[in-house]
Each structure stands twice: as structure tokens, then as C-alpha cells.
């Protein structure tokens, strides 16, 4: 298997497919070719699997069954099937579905998903809206796989559904972004100025975006 070595001054091993695909090992300055490449081999299943997948620029499609990891708010849950629930999907641990809905959890799943960003997302626009004094009209959400959010002059905005699949602080990004669009309607300096006097660190939240959006879907 082809590999670029980088050493450096590190402690650790790490392998990371590159965008295009490729497999960079990060090693100590002194650490033996040996050693990497048994390490390489070791892992090989997992990077053939990641290149395949970097290389087709696709997720693995899901077979919506037991055993299947699903993201909440940019954690992994494993889906089970428990006939003891309350409501038809429950999250506590691992994510469960009455067996019941075992023929349709993609559309179970697909309708939870939605009530639950409805509601984060609105709790999200609330609180950053009470603190910057930017006030929507009306939240909608949207299915879009790659626009977060988008809106209106006239205050409507929009979000994907499927940001509830990351982290918290991620989906605050994507509020905070479309509250400044409306006071500034394009990227201004001016836009971006407000964005990061609101959320300091919002270049790392954006390429988080970036770098992940593919995954964040089902
Ligand atoms: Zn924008």
C-alpha cells in the first residue's frame, strides 16, 4: 500500500486519508519503516474503506437496521429495537425504535429528526436573537444536503433539517450566520465582522462544516 510518511516531532502513529484520497502517515522523528508499515497493515481494512469512500465522495448507504450508527448533535448512537419505549423513537444511550417500525425507520427516523431540529434550532435562533436583537419571522426547515441556511429579506430563514446531526456549536454557527444576513444581505467584511464579534471562533465552526457535511446526512 502507498503512503506518504511525514515525521515529525510527535509521540504517536496517526494515519488520515487526504481529500484526494491518499494515505498520509504522521510519525516520530525515530520511529522504524517496520513499525509504521505493520501499523499500516493493521489498519488496513478501515483505510481501504475510507479511501473507497473518499474516492466515490459518497457515505456508505445505510440498510436502516440494528447495529447502525446514527448522528445526534455530532454524536453516534447505535440504533436498537426495544419494545419497551414510550414513544416510537428514544434516545438515552443508544437510539431506539419500537420493533413495530422496524419496516420503516427511515421514515420514522426522517420525521423525528425534523421535530427534533425544529425544535433546537428555534431554542438556538431564540437565544441569539434575544442577544443580538436580530428577529426572524418565521423558521422553516429545509432538506437541502449542502445549503445550512438561507434568508429571505423579509426575515423568513431557513435551515436544513439535517443539522441536527452536528455538534451544537456547529448548528449556533449556522444561526448566527443567517441572523447577521438579516442586517447584511451579501459576505461583506462587514458581515463576516459581525458573524465573529457574536461567535469568536467561527472560521474553525465553518470548516468543520465544510469538512464534514457529507457525513451529516442518513
Ligand atoms: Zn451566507
Redesign the pocket.
Known amino acids: 500500500m502507498e503512503y506518504n510518511l511525514i515525521r515529525s516531532r510527535r509521540r504517536t502513529l496517526a494515519i488520515h486519508i487526504t481529500k484526494d484520497g491518499e494515505l498520509e502517515v504522521r510519525a516520530p522523528l525515530k520511529l522504524s519503516v517496520k513499525v509504521i508499515e505493520d501499523f499500516i497493515l493493521k489498519k488496513q481494512d478501515w483505510i481501504e474503506k475510507q479511501v473507497t469512500r473518499v474516492r466515490n465522495n459518497a457515505v456508505i448507504q445505510k440498510a436502516f437496521t440494528e447495529g447502525e450508527e446514527f448522528l445526534y448533535l455530532g454524536e453516534s448512537y447505535i440504533l436498537e429495537f426495544s419494545d419497551i419505549l414510550k414513544s416510537t423513537v428514544e434516545l438515552h444511550g443508544k437510539l431506539y425504535i419500537a420493533p413495530k417500525h422496524s419496516h420503516h425507520v427511515q421514515k420514522v427516523l426522517y420525521s423525528w429528526y425534523k421535530k427534533e431540529a425544529l425544535q433546537v434550532i428555534t431554542d438556538r435562533v431564540e437565544q441569539y436573537s434575544a442577544a443580538t436583537g436580530l428577529q426572524v419571522k418565521a423558521i422553516r426547515l429545509s432538506n437541502a444536503k449542502q445549503r445550512w441556511?438561507?434568508?429571505s429579506p423579509k426575515g423568513y430563514v431557513n435551515f436544513s433539517w439535517r443539522l441536527i446531526m452536528a455538534p451544537l456549536e456547529i448548528i449556533d454557527y449556522v444561526v448566527v450566520?443567517?441572523l447577521?444576513?438579516l442586517k447584511h444581505h451579501?459576505?461583506s467584511k462587514a458581515?463576516w465582522h459581525k458573524v465573529e464579534s457574536i461567535i469568536p471562533d467561527y472560521k474553525s465552526r465553518r470548516k468543520w462544516l465544510k469538512e464534514n457535511s457529507h457525513n451529516l446526512t442518513m
Open positions: 441556511g438561507s434568508c450566520h443567517e447577521v444576513h451579501d459576505h458581515f
